[in-house]
């Protein structure tokens, strides 16, 4: 028979992902006793991803390393000793494997199974920024249903999910955004407010939120986005930042600090899970399932591609989007 091998997108330096990314072809062993082979169904294509392969991340992988954080498969073959309950199941790939590929060879205690119920391309979108946006919901203000909470980057993964999850808690959202075209769209997922982002913004977000201006305002872009959130915040308010789509820096303003006690804090979602631990990952997890099951939460996917079209695909992923890039093509056995 055969030596098996799967197809990777891998690269052996950092740098652009199109210029360090290739297309190769890996032997893959035999799943050994406890392990299984999974083919890919879906792998999303993430800001961290790219920087991960830039080199700029605060996690970076041994060379040669595989691409992609987030990917789901199903088990093809069980070794020695793996319960036939995992044959043909749906899986999380564990993240520091790299889910651009089309097989992988893995323990199964590294895998999380997953409903079967779900899309998997929704699976493969379900573990990170859903639990992000769960996160800045609950881990910095003691929110009430009906307060308003402002964001930059409303069209993101983060942000379409934050809209979603923040209306089933009953809270009231203002979305900054670069399109106009994407107003309707998010208003559609649930949003009340989409605006502009544009400096001045802040006077239109302290007319909708009237007397009950936010006191919570999340951060992804950096630069000049921050403007707008940080002056309709309530005075002793709390911008969080996860994110610095901009590549610019967060500035914090002498004024705001002092005369409107502002606190500035951040956030990150390794480092929630290392601190808080697997069981309190696992019910942000349960719960982001749970809010897709009955459709509280959807997540939005623009295009998907088999993972050989990266090129085309990251060339789409740089462009102005509503929903992520998704990779495909599991290689089958
Ligand atoms: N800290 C954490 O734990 C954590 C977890 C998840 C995500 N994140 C971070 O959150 C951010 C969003 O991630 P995602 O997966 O939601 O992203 P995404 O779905 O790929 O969306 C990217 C967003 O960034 C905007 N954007 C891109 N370039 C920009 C620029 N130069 N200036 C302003 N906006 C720009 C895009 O707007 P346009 O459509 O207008 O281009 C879009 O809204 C990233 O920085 C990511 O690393 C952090």
Do not use: N
């Given at each position: 028979m055969e030596a098996r091998t799967t197809e990777v997108?891998?690269?052996?330096?950092?740098g652009?992902?199109?210029?360090?990314?290739?297309?190769e072809e890996w032997a893959l062993p035999d799943p050994g006793p406890g392990e299984v082979l999974v083919g890919l169904l879906a792998a999303a294509v993430h800001p961290s991803d790219l920087g991960m392969i830039g080199g700029q991340y605060a996690r970076l992988r041994d060379l040669p390393a595989v691409g992609g954080r987030e990917g789901v498969g199903e088990v093809l073959l069980r070794g020695e000793g793996v319960d036939s309950a995992w044959?043909?199941?749906?899986?999380?790939?564990?993240?520091?494997?790299?889910?651009?590929?089309?097989?992988?060879?893995?323990p199964v205690d590294e895998l999380e199974l997953l409903p079967p119920d779900l899309d998997p391309g929704q699976l493969a979108l379900a573990g990170i920024n859903p639990p992000t946006a769960l996160c800045l919901l609950r881990e910095f203000v003691d929110l009430h249903p009906g307060e308003w909470i402002v964001q930059n980057a409303g069209n993101s993964g983060v942000g379409l999910a934050l809209i979603q999850l923040a209306r089933a808690q009953g809270l009231r959202t203002v979305s900054l955004v670069r399109r106009e075209e994407l107003r309707e769209p998010l208003r559609a997922l649930g949003a009340d407010e989409v605006l502009l982002d544009h400096p001045e913004a802040a006077e239109e977000i302290r007319e909708i939120a009237g007397d009950a201006p936010p006191r919570l305002a999340l951060n992804s872009v950096g630069g000049d986005s921050l403007r707008p959130l940080l002056r309709s915040l309530a005075t002793g308010g709390t911008l969080v930042t996860f994110g610095g789509m901009s590549g610019e820096k967060v500035r914090f303003p002498t004024r705001e600090l002092i005369f409107h006690d502002l606190r500035l804090r951040g956030f990150w979602l390794d480092l929630w899970k290392?601190?808080?631990?697997?069981?309190?990952?696992?019910?942000?997890?349960?719960?982001?399932?749970g809010a897709l099951r009955v459709d509280r939460l959807r997540l939005p996917v623009e295009a998907v591609y088999p993972l050989r079209d990266y090129r085309q695909a990251l060339a789409h992923n740089a462009r102005g989007r509503l929903g992520k890039i998704l990779f495909t093509d599991g290689g089958g056995l």
């Open positions: 997108l891998a690269h052996s330096r950092y652009p992902p199109g210029d360090v990314l290739a297309w044959e043909g199941a749906v899986v999380r790939l564990p993240d520091d494997l790299g889910a651009w590929r089309q097989r992988a060879v893995v290392r601190t808080r631990g697997a069981d309190a990952f696992a019910a942000l997890l349960a719960e982001t399932y």
